[in-house]
Protein backbone atom coordinates (compact mmCIF):
# COMPACT_ATOMS: atom_id res chain seq x y z
CA UNK A 1 0.00 0.00 0.00
CA UNK A 2 1.13 2.99 -0.91
CA UNK A 3 1.27 6.95 1.58
CA UNK A 4 2.55 10.04 1.65
CA UNK A 5 3.57 12.30 4.87
CA UNK A 6 4.12 15.96 4.60
CA UNK A 7 5.66 17.49 7.21
CA UNK A 8 4.10 20.46 8.83
CA UNK A 9 0.98 21.64 8.12
CA UNK A 10 1.65 25.18 7.82
CA UNK A 11 5.08 27.00 6.79
CA UNK A 12 5.88 30.62 6.88
CA UNK A 13 8.42 31.52 5.07
CA UNK A 14 9.69 34.91 3.93
CA UNK A 15 9.95 37.11 0.63
CA UNK A 16 13.09 35.87 -1.16
CA UNK A 17 13.53 33.13 1.49
CA UNK A 18 14.35 29.24 0.70
CA UNK A 19 10.86 27.58 0.33
CA UNK A 20 11.48 23.98 1.58
CA UNK A 21 8.07 21.29 1.68
CA UNK A 22 9.02 17.95 3.07
CA UNK A 23 6.98 14.59 1.47
CA UNK A 24 7.98 11.34 2.60
CA UNK A 25 6.32 8.30 0.85
CA UNK A 26 5.87 4.83 1.35
CA UNK A 27 5.33 2.61 -1.57
CA UNK A 28 6.25 -1.36 -2.01
CA UNK A 29 7.06 -0.67 -5.45
CA UNK A 30 9.22 2.11 -7.33
CA UNK A 31 6.57 4.75 -7.12
CA UNK A 32 5.83 8.04 -9.00
CA UNK A 33 5.43 10.72 -7.26
CA UNK A 34 4.21 14.64 -7.68
CA UNK A 35 3.78 17.98 -6.08
CA UNK A 36 0.94 19.91 -6.98
CA UNK A 37 -0.56 23.47 -6.00
CA UNK A 38 -3.72 24.79 -5.13
CA UNK A 39 -4.86 28.11 -4.90
CA UNK A 40 -8.20 29.12 -2.83
CA UNK A 41 -11.23 27.35 -4.75
CA UNK A 42 -9.11 26.27 -7.49
CA UNK A 43 -8.27 22.81 -9.02
CA UNK A 44 -4.74 21.60 -8.68
CA UNK A 45 -2.00 22.56 -10.64
CA UNK A 46 0.75 20.18 -11.68
CA UNK A 47 4.27 22.06 -10.24
CA UNK A 48 6.12 19.14 -10.83
CA UNK A 49 6.37 14.63 -11.25
CA UNK A 50 9.14 12.07 -10.64
CA UNK A 51 8.76 9.03 -12.99
CA UNK A 52 12.05 7.18 -12.60
CA UNK A 53 13.69 9.24 -14.96
CA UNK A 54 15.98 12.14 -13.83
CA UNK A 55 16.28 11.87 -9.71
CA UNK A 56 16.41 16.03 -9.81
CA UNK A 57 13.08 16.91 -10.98
CA UNK A 58 12.27 20.75 -12.41
CA UNK A 59 9.29 22.36 -12.22
CA UNK A 60 7.50 24.91 -13.12
CA UNK A 61 7.26 28.43 -11.53
CA UNK A 62 10.78 27.64 -10.10
CA UNK A 63 10.87 24.26 -8.15
CA UNK A 64 12.28 21.53 -7.59
CA UNK A 65 12.06 18.17 -6.31
CA UNK A 66 14.59 15.65 -5.46
CA UNK A 67 13.72 11.83 -5.22
CA UNK A 68 15.94 10.23 -2.74
CA UNK A 69 15.14 6.51 -2.36
CA UNK A 70 17.70 5.67 0.53
CA UNK A 71 15.47 8.30 2.62
CA UNK A 72 11.90 7.79 0.43
CA UNK A 73 11.55 11.38 0.31
CA UNK A 74 10.71 13.52 -2.70
CA UNK A 75 11.33 17.57 -0.86
CA UNK A 76 10.10 20.41 -2.74
CA UNK A 77 12.35 23.32 -2.57
CA UNK A 78 12.33 26.92 -4.61
CA UNK A 79 15.18 29.40 -4.11
CA UNK A 80 13.92 32.33 -3.35
CA UNK A 81 9.74 33.00 -2.59
CA UNK A 82 7.46 34.95 -3.80
CA UNK A 83 4.48 36.18 -2.66
CA UNK A 84 2.33 34.45 -5.54
CA UNK A 85 3.59 31.45 -3.91
CA UNK A 86 1.26 31.49 -1.02
CA UNK A 87 -1.32 28.38 -1.49
CA UNK A 88 -1.94 24.95 -0.47
CA UNK A 89 1.01 22.51 -1.88
CA UNK A 90 0.00 18.78 -2.03
CA UNK A 91 2.63 16.12 -2.26
CA UNK A 92 1.05 12.55 -4.10
CA UNK A 93 1.91 9.07 -4.98
CA UNK A 94 0.76 6.34 -7.42
CA UNK A 95 2.11 3.35 -7.57
CA UNK A 96 2.07 1.92 -10.96
CA UNK A 97 0.59 2.33 -14.44
CA UNK A 98 -1.21 -0.29 -13.71
CA UNK A 99 -3.46 2.05 -10.75
CA UNK A 100 -2.40 5.22 -12.95
CA UNK A 101 -4.60 7.68 -11.85
CA UNK A 102 -5.24 6.17 -8.20
CA UNK A 103 -3.39 9.11 -6.23
CA UNK A 104 -2.54 8.89 -2.91
CA UNK A 105 -2.78 12.88 -1.53
CA UNK A 106 -0.20 13.72 1.91
CA UNK A 107 -2.30 16.31 4.14
CA UNK A 108 -0.97 19.30 2.64
CA UNK A 109 1.36 22.46 3.51
CA UNK A 110 -0.18 25.85 3.93
CA UNK A 111 2.37 27.90 2.72
CA UNK A 112 2.49 32.03 3.91
CA UNK A 113 4.33 34.68 2.58
CA UNK A 114 5.68 37.40 4.65
CA UNK A 115 6.97 40.52 3.20
CA UNK B 1 -6.21 25.24 -22.32
CA UNK B 2 -8.06 23.40 -20.07
CA UNK B 3 -7.97 19.71 -20.28
CA UNK B 4 -10.53 18.85 -18.24
CA UNK B 5 -13.96 20.66 -16.99
CA UNK B 6 -16.34 20.26 -14.55
CA UNK B 7 -19.89 21.90 -14.31
CA UNK B 8 -21.38 22.97 -12.48
CA UNK B 9 -18.45 24.81 -10.12
CA UNK B 10 -20.94 25.77 -7.67
CA UNK B 11 -23.84 24.60 -6.34
CA UNK B 12 -26.33 24.54 -3.25
CA UNK B 13 -29.08 22.57 -3.10
CA UNK B 14 -31.58 21.87 0.16
CA UNK B 15 -30.76 18.59 2.33
CA UNK B 16 -32.84 15.73 0.88
CA UNK B 17 -32.49 16.58 -3.07
CA UNK B 18 -29.39 15.34 -5.27
CA UNK B 19 -27.22 16.98 -7.30
CA UNK B 20 -25.30 15.93 -10.54
CA UNK B 21 -22.04 16.94 -11.24
CA UNK B 22 -20.08 16.95 -14.86
CA UNK B 23 -16.60 15.84 -15.70
CA UNK B 24 -15.79 16.26 -19.23
CA UNK B 25 -12.27 15.26 -20.95
CA UNK B 26 -11.98 18.07 -23.27
CA UNK B 27 -8.41 16.83 -25.15
CA UNK B 28 -8.79 13.14 -25.30
CA UNK B 29 -10.68 10.21 -24.86
CA UNK B 30 -10.82 8.78 -21.30
CA UNK B 31 -11.63 4.96 -20.12
CA UNK B 32 -10.94 6.26 -17.03
CA UNK B 33 -11.64 8.94 -14.58
CA UNK B 34 -11.58 9.37 -11.12
CA UNK B 35 -13.44 11.54 -8.43
CA UNK B 36 -11.95 12.97 -5.34
CA UNK B 37 -13.38 14.41 -2.79
CA UNK B 38 -11.99 17.08 -0.68
CA UNK B 39 -13.41 18.65 2.86
CA UNK B 40 -12.70 21.91 4.02
CA UNK B 41 -8.97 22.29 5.09
CA UNK B 42 -8.10 18.89 4.32
CA UNK B 43 -6.32 16.82 1.59
CA UNK B 44 -8.11 14.58 -1.64
CA UNK B 45 -9.58 11.69 -0.77
CA UNK B 46 -10.23 9.03 -3.98
CA UNK B 47 -13.64 8.65 -4.12
CA UNK B 48 -14.02 5.98 -6.73
CA UNK B 49 -12.67 5.15 -10.28
CA UNK B 50 -15.35 5.70 -13.12
CA UNK B 51 -14.77 3.23 -16.04
CA UNK B 52 -16.53 4.01 -19.74
CA UNK B 53 -19.37 1.40 -20.05
CA UNK B 54 -19.26 -0.22 -16.91
CA UNK B 55 -19.39 -0.19 -13.28
CA UNK B 56 -17.61 2.28 -10.96
CA UNK B 57 -15.05 1.18 -8.49
CA UNK B 58 -15.45 2.77 -5.25
CA UNK B 59 -13.25 3.51 -2.22
CA UNK B 60 -13.69 1.38 0.53
CA UNK B 61 -16.12 3.61 3.20
CA UNK B 62 -17.33 5.78 0.20
CA UNK B 63 -21.24 4.54 -0.06
CA UNK B 64 -22.10 3.48 -4.12
CA UNK B 65 -25.99 4.19 -3.48
CA UNK B 66 -25.49 7.58 -2.37
CA UNK B 67 -22.91 9.18 -4.91
CA UNK B 68 -23.99 7.54 -8.40
CA UNK B 69 -21.27 6.99 -10.88
CA UNK B 70 -22.07 6.91 -15.15
CA UNK B 71 -19.15 7.08 -17.23
CA UNK B 72 -21.56 7.17 -20.40
CA UNK B 73 -18.78 8.03 -22.84
CA UNK B 74 -15.26 8.75 -23.28
CA UNK B 75 -15.41 11.65 -22.10
CA UNK B 76 -18.30 12.65 -19.85
CA UNK B 77 -18.18 11.11 -16.26
CA UNK B 78 -21.58 12.26 -13.78
CA UNK B 79 -21.10 11.92 -10.39
CA UNK B 80 -24.58 11.93 -8.58
CA UNK B 81 -24.79 12.83 -5.05
CA UNK B 82 -28.45 11.62 -4.05
CA UNK B 83 -30.30 12.49 -1.10
CA UNK B 84 -27.92 15.06 0.08
CA UNK B 85 -27.12 16.42 3.86
CA UNK B 86 -24.97 19.08 5.35
CA UNK B 87 -22.23 16.31 5.86
CA UNK B 88 -21.83 15.99 1.57
CA UNK B 89 -20.57 19.48 1.60
CA UNK B 90 -17.39 19.57 0.05
CA UNK B 91 -15.40 19.90 -3.29
CA UNK B 92 -15.08 17.56 -5.44
CA UNK B 93 -12.84 17.21 -7.98
CA UNK B 94 -12.21 14.84 -11.39
CA UNK B 95 -9.46 13.50 -12.83
CA UNK B 96 -8.68 11.80 -16.26
CA UNK B 97 -5.46 10.14 -16.71
CA UNK B 98 -3.26 8.65 -19.59
CA UNK B 99 0.06 7.16 -18.66
CA UNK B 100 2.33 9.35 -17.11
CA UNK B 101 -0.09 12.25 -17.39
CA UNK B 102 -2.70 12.80 -14.92
CA UNK B 103 -5.35 16.28 -15.32
CA UNK B 104 -7.61 17.71 -12.50
CA UNK B 105 -10.43 19.30 -13.20
CA UNK B 106 -11.04 22.81 -11.23
CA UNK B 107 -13.80 21.10 -8.98
CA UNK B 108 -16.91 21.27 -7.45
CA UNK B 109 -18.23 23.17 -4.39
CA UNK B 110 -21.17 21.62 -3.11
CA UNK B 111 -23.16 22.99 -0.60
CA UNK B 112 -26.13 21.61 1.10
CA UNK B 113 -27.97 23.27 3.50
Known amino acids: AQSVTQLGSHVSVSEGALVLLRCNYS??????LFWYVQYPNQGLQLLLK??????LVKGINGFEAEFKKSETSFHLTKPSAHMSDAAEYFCAVSDSTDSWGKFQFGAGTQVVVTP | GAVVSQHPSWVICKSGTSVKIECRSLDFQATTMFWYRQFPKQSLMLMATSNEGSKATYEQGVEKDKFLINHASLTLSTLTVTSAHPEDSSFYIC?????????FGPGTRLTVT
Open chain 1, 50 to 55: YTSAAT
Open chain 1, 27 to 32: SSVPPY
Open chain 2, 95 to 103: SVSRVYEQY
